[in-house]
């Protein structure tokens, strides 16, 4: 099989939608251009030991390395599935053996149907399997070969590379299948898009999720996370327990803020006039998109 096949791009309107997928709550703002993913770098970090992350277009990707071969967390969009494996190939000569879905987002499992097509076997939470099969706000159903083989409830148990990892349900809060990684000897945890340092929370509320599950999913990682434990987001840099605290203390202010309006009979359009958000712009970016999702997912909440 060529190169050109095995990394086929998807067609522009699939990959926008899966690109967009968290953002198509209704009354939404327009989604954003799509990337020019021919301009994208992969850049590697090490996080501890032989854990290290991919930085490019979308999610994180996480990637463990040892004598059992290479496992991946996500796999960002089709397009830079070659320049992801090229990146790994850096790292290690191993074969990828396994790939782990953080939840159903197209830029954490647009590369799926590649990797799927290597013979790779991937491995997500029941509800992102299910959403794939049925195709995510707009994108099409995912071909069978892109799908998760093995699928878990609550967690699962890999022991692969000398790491004893766990992979589990957080409570619906980015969407209703997020998972999160646990490297026990590395001391690091994967959370996907749960939490971010890049940007505002953001509630799928049409995927599943909800903001008390968002607060909910914050403390469970604040729990089991350690003083030294290395944080890995779906979006941005290394982070603390600390600077899941400091999220989700801002959820929770952003719940009462946000929250009070509803209660008061504010409409959405009448939230955005307000500007609620116009003291944090400056460091998280446009609010519209976020308030958009964060208030359709709270206002059936309360």
Not at 18 to 40: L, M, N
């Amino acid at each position: 099989m060529s190169n050109r096949t095995l990394f086929a791009l998807v067609s522009p309107l699939a990959l926008l939608a899966a690109h967009t997928a968290f953002g198509q709550a209704p009354a939404a703002p327009a989604a954003p251009a799509q990337p020019d993913f021919s301009a994208v770098q992969i850049k590697v970090h090490q996080v501890a030991g032989n854990f290290y992350y991919l930085e490019g277009q979308g999610g994180n990707v996480g990637v463990l390395v040892g004598d059992d071969g290479v496992l991946m967390i996500d796999d960002q969009f089709a397009p830079l599935t070659g320049k992801l494996i090229a990146a790994v190939k850096t790292i290690s000569k191993k074969p990828i053996k396994m790939l782990v879905n953080t939840h159903v987002h197209g830029d954490h499992t647009g590369g799926n149907e590649n990797i799927g097509k290597m013979g790779i076997e991937i491995i997500a939470h029941d509800n992102v399997r299910a959403r794939l099969v049925k195709g995510v706000n707009g994108a099409p159903p995912s071909p069978a070969v892109g799908l998760p083989v093995v699928t878990f409830g609550d967690a699962i148990a890999l022991h692969f590379d000398g790491e004893d990892l766990e992979v589990a349900k957080l409570p619906p809060a980015h969407t209703d299948g997020d998972s999160y990684i646990k490297l026990t000897k590395a001391d690091v945890i994967h959370v996907g898009d749960v939490f971010r340092t890049v940007g505002y929370p953001i509630v799928d509320g049409p995927n599943g999720g909800t903001v008390k599950g968002t607060l909910a999913a914050l403390q469970k990682i604040i729990d089991m996370a350690g003083p030294n434990t290395k944080i890995l987001p779906g979006h941005g840099v290394v982070s603390t327990r600390e600077d899941i605290a400091a999220f989700r203390d801002l959820v929770a202010s952003l719940q009462t803020k946000v929250g009070d309006m509803i209660k008061q009979g504010m409409t959405l359009e009448q939230v955005l006039a307000a500007k609620p958000t116009a003291d944090l712009d400056a460091k998280l970016g446009p609010s519209e998109r976020f308030l958009t999702l964060f208030y359709n997912a709270l206002k059936t909440e309360l």
